[in-house]
């Protein structure tokens, strides 16, 4: 994901909470950028109230996913706010102030909006043109190598890669050309440093570094799978990282199996992934260590991912209501990967709180348990001071996009 997700522009807080105290993460890593100017209002059909100028089709994207997965049906002006932003061609940009307007060589559209905002409306229905002609844009921009770039004509990265494949798996589609066989060149050799990792691209000469979002995404690319997911079958024994043979490449189900391997044993001894820039003490990354959890119980690593799941539970809301709806989103998704109740994660209701952040479904949530005596709720009083910024650097292209590149 995030999805959720993360190469060009990244979603951020400047409070340091939780932990020692980002997929969307609230740490000193990460760049605010100001909310919108109280002039600028923002769209009824949209979520959150942060400026969307770098994420508003990938929060909006991962929100509606997240009410669906949860049982709700979106608010119509919600989907159709998303389908709007949709350009003649097919594409998605971040965020187009008029939709109105033609779409041009100007617009920057890129694949992780387009992806996202594909999975999005293949869940709730009704846009199926919209679906196909989005599938047919990300189909011409596959680069030679199998992959996809951040932008179109850009270098394939990992990032890009995983959420692509997830949007054709969610539209019933296929690549014209295996992504999978790059996935498997960018997976670490398991005797090296960070060994059943996968790189977000290679560096110079080739070099192959373990970067931890990166591999999440890389997880469900191998395995087809897209933002949502249950929880894979449970292999028999514990699946250590391992090579494929003498000569041989490693197979989609390898990648996936090194990429789990590489993930569980990051997170082995805190329970979390960290982050940090140049300067700044390391700190826990939220946003990525959702995505790990769901690519973990993809994987059918459900036992490793038990404990990361539960220190997101006990630490993850404050960071959640100060990124806004992305986050709560990703949490959601999470949740639901791991066969667990999204309306009770660590006493938090994170469906009411995700629905609070923009447009109220048209349908209440469908779910068996009845509401717990004392259960607490995140409210409806949810106070933002996140905005997202475009952050400059080597390969920086999303998450949620908001795709963050990082080395973990």
């Given amino acids: 994901m995030n999805v959720l997700r993360r190469s060009a522009a990244v979603l951020a807080a400047t409070a340091v909470i939780g932990v020692a105290a980002p997929t969307i993460t609230a740490t000193a890593a990460d760049a605010a950028s100001p909310s919108p100017a109280a002039s600028a209002a923002l769209p009824s059909g949209l979520f959150g109230d942060s400026d969307p100028k770098y994420d508003g089709v990938w929060r909006q994207s991962l929100a509606l996913l997240a009410q669906h997965t949860a049982g709700e049906t979106p608010a119509a002006e919600a989907v159709a706010w998303l389908a709007g932003q949709q350009c003649a061609d097919g594409s998605f940009a971040p965020f187009r102030a008029d939709p109105t307007a033609a779409c041009g060589a100007r617009t920057a559209v890129d694949t992780n909006s387009t992806a996202a905002a594909v999975q ?9 043109g919209a679906v196909d002609r989005a599938v047919g844009w990300l189909k ?68 192959l570094t373990a970067n931890a979002d990166a591999t999440a995404a890389g997880v469900l690319g191998a395995l087809g799978k897209g933002f949502v997911t249950a929880a894979g079958k449970t292999p028999a024994e514990d699946p250590a990282c391992s090579g494929p043979g003498s000569g041989k490449a490693l197979t989609r189900a390898e990648v996936a199996r090194n990429g789990g391997a590489y993930l569980a044993d990051a997170m082995s001894a805190k329970g979390y992934l960290v982050t940090a820039l140049a300067g700044a003490a390391p700190q826990p990354d939220y946003g990525n260590t959702a995505d790990a959890v769901v690519a973990l119980a993809a994987q059918g690593r459900t036992q490793q991912a038990r404990k990361p799941y539960a220190w997101l539970a006990a630490h993850a809301t404050p960071w959640a209501k100060q990124s806004g709806p992305a986050a709560y989103a990703e949490l959601v998704l999470a949740a639901h990967a791991m066969g667990a109740d999204p309306r009770d994660f660590g006493g938090t ?28 709720s995140s409210g409806t009083s949810i106070w933002w001071i996140v905005g997202t910024g475009l952050v400059a650097g080597v390969g920086i292209g999303f998450l949620f996009s908001g795709r963050r590149k990082q080395q973990l």
Avoid: F, M
């Fill in 140 to 207: 011409a921009r596959q680069n030679a190598d199998g992959g996809w770039g951040y932008a179109p004509g850009s270098a394939s990265d990992t990032n890009s890669t995983g959420v692509v494949v997830g949007a054709l798996a969610a539209a019933g589609a296929s690549a014209d050309r295996s992504p999978y066989t790059l996935l498997a060149q960018w997976s670490i050799p398991c005797d090296q440093d960070g060994g059943g990792g996968l790189a977000y691209q290679p560096g110079k000469k080739g070099k």
């Fill in 349 to 376: 209701d994170l469906v009411a709180a995700l629905d609070a952040t923009g447009p109220a479904p048209r349908q209440a949530a469908r779910h068996t348990e009845a509401t717990k005596d004392g259960e607490k």
């Fill in 120 to 128: 999005a409306l293949a869940a709730v229905g009704g846009h199926g």
